[in-house]
């Protein structure tokens, strides 16, 4: 059985950093796609970035470009986001996934992470 734990979330000022982990059970995670995503209250969840086995694949929504990196480490089965200069916009919960299927859906996800972000 698949299971994704994230760890990492907190509550820090704008401008600050946050560091966020997912580690993977279940399987061997270094040839499938994984993702971060996000949601705020009353909006809908969003993707964040999402990278493959390659570290050169990673990619990220315009919103979090330049202050967001994803980070693998497939003999760890864990995947990382380094969050740099928060902004209150980016409060939500953060959330893990893996796509195990070949049309690249996300189809297994972790239980989330509060990430709040005071102005």
């Known amino acids: 059985q698949v299971q994704l734990v994230e760890s990492g979330g907190g509550l820090v000022q704008a401008g600050a950093s946050l560091r966020l982990s997912c580690v993977a059970s279940?399987?061997?995670?270094?040839?499938?796609?994984m993702g971060w995503f996000r949601q705020a209250p009353g909006k809908e969840r969003e993707f964040v970035g999402g990278?493959?086995?390659?570290?050169?694949?990673?990619l990220y929504d315009d919103s979090v470009k330049g202050r967001f990196t994803i980070s693998r480490d497939n003999a760890k089965n864990t995947v990382s986001l380094q969050m740099n200069n928060l902004k209150p916009e980016d409060t939500a919960v953060y959330y893990c996934?893996?796509?195990?299927?070949?049309?690249?859906?996300?189809?297994?996800w972790g239980q989330g992470t509060q990430v709040t972000v005071s102005s």
């Open positions: 279940g399987r061997t995670f270094a040839f499938y796609r």
């Open positions: 996934a893996v796509s195990l299927n070949s049309g690249g859906a996300y189809d297994a």
């Open positions: 990278i493959g086995w390659n570290p050169a694949s990673a």
